[in-house]
């Protein structure tokens, strides 16, 4: 076994500052490409993170005066902007980037230059929806940000009511990343479907692979919509068309279905790669192959159909048939029947095998049971009665919480201490790890645990303040104090990220003793991936080749 | 020590995984042409929709569409953009067989024929637009006309700047027969384009009507 | 990728795609372009002309063939550590190897039949808290039609305590079904609990649900949270959990299929097939 004197590039001698930096710019490389997704999406997470604790600082007590009510509405819509499309896609993006080629045995994504474009769209993108805060004109001339939520209901975006370009920024910033989306998974699938080793047929590919076939599956078909709906949008705006204006015959509802029609899919598209990366994690850390692989398949694919049929709930209280309720009301619960599956089949892997609670595997459970209680609530929201209760309450900002930071953010950390030694070639640190899981757990369920309260009490979301005698009071300290303790979690990810970089102990090739065929190659992994394409014969390629003795293409 | 592609005493010889007639080249064109139908669709369905519920009137799609455009005229031009595809197909087959100058010229007669779809269309706007004064602010039924027939030949333009770069590399003797795979795949985005254009004349100019 | 260049039997070096700035100029420009849009015409025109600069060089480098560059292979190989043995295998009679748990379930019948007993268990304890509390058999049963019959929740306890017979059938349709979906999943639950089943089935699951009831009904329905003594509702809980368990452990256990070769999963009549080892 090599050491590593310095990761990178042992061979060349070592670059200047601007040389690296154009090395970085002018990269097809899928590996760097994907560094530079999850460090951008990583980046926007601590923007997200710091508006979102601006927000529940003005919220800890009643009648707090913090923040200006037009500030708060910039920063629910900041938030939710961000943490959809600039946190969650470029890191489900830039994990697949790294890991789907080196799992079926490639040494690039079809289109290495295509996905240099579909990067560099997402990041200038992004830039351009900030720019807002700095480029949108105001009332007074001031920039000021986007302050319409996340999903623009109209006619709220339409020009009588949003004055000035902040809603087009947002349309525009959106626009150009979500091209680069779209590129990017059309690039995946291309990749999955026509470039995998010798041996990996369909049925032997990862299930990380298979997630992300459909995950990119989604993104083709949801993402177009969204953008077609946004251009209407923009010739509302801009050209005086008359798509969501309410005055000219448009219609506010056709927007909801738009939007809804890309966006449940597209909570399902930031869900997939949670699931893909729990379902690498678990088996390796129980040291079990994964229970029901066929079933896994099935369910995966499955969930991506139902979940272009679901949209409807997000529209319940809108006043539709009640024919309508009802039948999307079923579609609804019919998607925990495979998502229940996958819960089974995890724990069914759990079951009997020799756990070992390393930091990945403990971001992992963390992930089960979190994401158990988010997929619980969102059944209760699925009954429409039960919905017109709550919708647009605090109970629905805790479910979504629940599915999308107990389930994709602690699952982008798992997958984050799991493959840091493969793509750094050092471990991080085992004890910060420990400390930054405890810390982030009891913060998060002491945020957004008590939400489910206050909005069975009546909350409304997106309030920028209350009154103190609805009995809020308590829900909503919990709730802020819960963020300190949040904080501190992620302030031990920081550190530990640097501290390891630098002092991290040095990872090998296979630090877990794992079985797809990225731990094959070096830690970082060459330019090329792979000296020899690899050839495989079952789904763990490295186990067969551990265990002769014992190997699995006897079973499959 | 072992490596990876020692084939294990006893193991099956692995198939080739890999479906033969589906390369990058193919499957990355098809989900292209997936993702833009799917945001076609959605404009067609926001147009459908609409049809109908206009609540300034006037003008109606049959005022509009009947006054300026004469139908023939349109169904002139989409003879034009639909045997088009007839041209390309030609151009492809015979760059298959090596022929250059006869790709050639099939290449440029689509071409023609395409750009003559355009103008078709810039007429049938410059119509609407300066002399019957009908605008995407008009009303409902302007907006999604625009819209549709505006990104459709959008997508006609990008198609026939690509055409048009393929036809010059070719004058500069750049074009070979090993490139016929490249070709193809454009010339399935061009069909694409084509195809889209029956669906939005029947819903535009049929059913909308 | 063709056959060729996947066996690289070229050992000077592995030919990858050549680093380009090409998409990054282009990406830049198409983002001014959208810019200008919400800023000045001008921006625009700039995103126009790096768009098409981006676009020229990406030509150049595909056009007429893909540039590539080749790099020389660095020589860190690693090697798979080989190490045979030292597997602990699951393994029965049954399942020569790599057995599933759990081996053998409980079948569902003996879900449905714990269901039942439990259903009339905690009937019976609720009965009994009827008529020690208020004297009355039929108030539980109200106070259960009551969860989905909101005008019942505003009756007093004598009202409460009469027979409604719209509440006795809401009462009984519910109860039976939640009986018989909570006894199915003990069936399916029980046999993966690897220690102390009598504590999960009578104990802990009764606290829990108790505890949920509790704290949801106090926001959901706080006048019928009124009407409920929360220590009878964990006795009938209990009540459940012991019948339901005891039916189902006494239940015989059967085997899971995960040998069966997929004909005799779909039960095909044709002999011989287990002794071929099917398809596992
Ligand atoms: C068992 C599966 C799930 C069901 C039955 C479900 C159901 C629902 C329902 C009915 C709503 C609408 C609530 C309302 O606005 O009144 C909702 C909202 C939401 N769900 Fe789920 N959900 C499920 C899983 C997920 C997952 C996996 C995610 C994402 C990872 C997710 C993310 C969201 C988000 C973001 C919203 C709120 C959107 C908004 O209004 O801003 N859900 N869910
Ligand atoms: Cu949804």
């Known amino acids: 076994m090599t050491t590593l004197d310095h990761p990178g590039n042992p061979t060349r001698i070592k670059p200047t500052f601007l040389g690296r930096m154009h090395e970085w710019i002018a990269t097809a490389d899928h590996k760097k490409l994907g560094v530079m997704y999850v460090t951008t999406g990583l980046i926007f997470f601590l923007i997200g993170g710091l508006e979102a604790t601006m927000m529940r600082w003005q919220l800890a007590v009643p009648g707090s005066t913090l923040l200006s009510p037009s500030d708060f509405n910039r920063l629910f819509t900041m938030h939710g902007t961000t943490m959809v499309f600039l946190v969650g896609m470029p890191i489900l993006l830039g994990v697949a980037n790294y890991f789907v080629p080196l799992q079926i045995g490639a040494r690039d994504l079809a289109f290495p230059r295509l996905n240099a474009f579909g990067f560099w769209l997402f990041f200038f993108g992004g830039l351009l929806l900030y720019f807002s805060y700095f480029g949108a004109q105001g009332l007074y001339g001031m920039g000021s940000a986007p302050d319409v939520g996340w999903f623009a209901y109209a006619p709220l975006t339409e020009r009588t009511y949003s004055r000035g370009h902040s809603t087009d920024y947002w349309i525009l910033g959106l626009l150009v990343s979500s ?3 779209i590129a990017t998974g059309i690039n995946l699938i291309t990749t999955i479907l026509t470039m995998r080793c010798r041996g990996m047929t369909l049925m032997k590919m990862p299930l990380l692979v298979w997630l992300m076939l459909i995950d990119a599956v989604l993104i083709m078909i949801a993402m177009p919509p969204l953008a077609a709906a946004q251009v209407m949008l923009l ?19 056709l927007w909801q279905n738009l939007f809804w029609f890309f966006g449940h899919p597209e909570v399902y598209i930031l ?3 949670a699931f893909a990366y729990v379902s690498e994690i678990i088996p390796v850390f129980c040291r079990k192959v994964i229970f029901g ?18 949209w409807v709930h997000h529209l319940f209280a809108l006043g539709l048939s009640p024919m309508v309720n009802t039948i999307f009301m079923g579609s609804t619960m019919l998607i925990a029947i495979p998502t229940g599956i996958k819960m089974f089949n995890w724990v069914g892997t759990m079951v009997g095998g020799k756990i070992r609670f390393d930091t990945p595997m403990l971001f992992s459970t963390g992930f089960l049971a979190l994401f158990l209680i988010g997929g619980l609530t969102g059944i209760m929201l699925s009954v429409v009665p039960f919905d017109w209760q709550v919708s647009d309450s605090y109970f629905v900002v805790g479910h979504f919480h629940y599915v999308l930071f107990g389930g994709l953010v602690f699952s982008i950390f798992a997958a984050i201490y799991y493959w840091f030694p493969k793509v750094t070639g050092r471990m991080m640190n085992e004890a910060l790890g420990k400390w930054q899981f405890w810390l982030l757990f009891l913060g998060f369920n002491l945020t957004f645990g008590p939400m489910h309260v206050s909005g069975m009490l009546g909350m409304p979301r997106r309030i920028y303040t209350y009154h103190a005698d609805r009995g809020w009071d308590l829900w909503n300290l919990l709730s802020s104090i819960g963020v300190l303790v949040q904080i501190a979690g992620v302030a031990f990810f920081v550190w530990n990220v640097i501290h390891s970089l630098r002092k991290g102990r040095e990872a090998g090739a296979d630090p877990w003793d794992a079985w797809t065929l990225e731990w094959s190659t070096a830690s970082p992994p060459p330019d090329y991936n792979f000296e020899e394409i690899p050839e495989v014969y079952s789904r763990r390629p490295l186990w067969d080749i551990k265990h002769p003795d014992d190997p699995d293409w006897k079973y499959e | 020590m072992s490596t990876l592609n020692a084939q294990p005493v006893g193991a099956p010889t692995p198939p080739d995984a890999l479906p033969q007639t589906l390369n990058s080249g193919k499957c990355g064109m098809l989900c292209l042409i997936a993702s833009e139908i799917t945001f076609f669709g959605t404009l067609l369905a926001v147009y459908l929709f609409y049809i109908g519920k206009d609540p300034v009137g006037t ?10 455009v004469a139908p023939l005229k349109v169904v002139f031009n989409s003879i034009f953009l639909l045997t088009s595809s007839i041209w390309i197909t030609l151009a492809v087959r015979q760059l298959a067989r090596g022929n250059i100058k006869a790709f050639a010229v099939w290449w440029l007669l689509t071409i023609l024929f395409g750009l003559e779809f355009l103008v078709g269309t810039g007429f ?3 119509g609407l637009i300066a002399e019957q004064g009908f605008t995407i602010r008009t009303n409902l039924f302007g907006s999604g006309f625009y819209t549709v027939v505006g990104f459709h030949a959008a997508h006609v333009t990008i198609g026939l700047f690509l055409l048009s770069l393929v036809f010059v590399l070719t ?4 074009m070979h027969q090993r490139h016929t795979e490249k070709v193809e795949l454009l010339s399935w985005y061009w069909h694409f384009v084509d195809g889209i254009w029956i669906v939005v004349f029947t819903i535009v100019y049929i059913i909308g009507h | 990728m063709t056959s060729e260049d996947r066996t690289n039997p070229n050992r000077e070096g592995i030919e990858l795609p050549a680093p380009t700035s090409a998409p990054f100029v282009c990406a830049f420009g198409v983002t001014l372009i959208f810019a200008g849009i919400v800023t000045n015409w001008a921006v625009s025109i700039v995103g126009f002309v790096l768009g098409i600069v981006g676009a020229i060089r990406w030509w150049h480098e595909v056009l007429p063939d893909n540039r590539k560059e080749c790099l020389p292979i660095d020589g860190r190989r690693p090697t798979i550590e080989v190490s045979p043995g030292g597997v602990a295998h699951l393994m029965t009679a049954e399942s020569p190897h790599r057995a599933r748990i759990p081996l053998e379930i409980h079948p569902y019948g003996a879900g449905v039949k714990g269901g039942i007993a439990g259903g009339i268990a905690m009937a019976i304890v609720a009965g009994v808290w009827g008529w020690v509390d208020q004297s009355s058999i039929w108030y539980p049963v109200n106070i259960l039609g009551a969860t989905v019959l909101p005008d019942f929740a505003h009756e007093n306890a004598t009202q409460l305590a009469q027979w409604h017979t719209a509440a006795f059938v809401l009462g009984l349709v519910i109860h039976a079904c939640m009986s018989l979906m909570i006894g199915l999943l003990y069936g399916v639950i029980l046999p993966m ?3 102390f089943r009598l504590g999960f089935a009578a104990v802990a699951v009764p606290l829990i649900w108790t505890g949920l009831a509790w704290a949801s009904l106090d926001i959901i329905n706080p006048l019928l949270n009124q009407q409920i003594n929360w220590w009878w509702f964990i006795g009938s809980q209990v009540a459940f959990g012991l019948a339901c368990w005891f039916v189902v452990s006494r239940s015989e256990r059967i085997g899971t299929m995960q040998n069966w070769s997929m004909l005799e999963r779909t039960g095909m009549e044709s002999p011989g097939i287990r002794e071929m080892g099917g398809d596992g």
């Open chain 1, 235 to 253: 010739f509302d705006r801009l050209l005086g068309a008359h798509f969501f204006d309410v005055q000219g015959g448009g219609s506010a509802i």
């Open chain 1, 271 to 273: 869900i997939l790669p």
């Open chain 3, 193 to 195: 609990i690897p220690r």
């Open chain 2, 124 to 126: 049938e706007w410059y």
């Open chain 2, 171 to 174: 004058c500069l003797g750049k």
């Open chain 1, 179 to 181: 091209f680069g989306s």
């Open chain 2, 59 to 68: 003008p109606t799609p049959a005022e509009m569409l009947d006054v300026s």
């Open chain 1, 293 to 310: 692989y066929p079933l896994m398949v099935a369910a995966t694919v499955s969930i991506g159909f139902i979940s272009l049929g679901v």
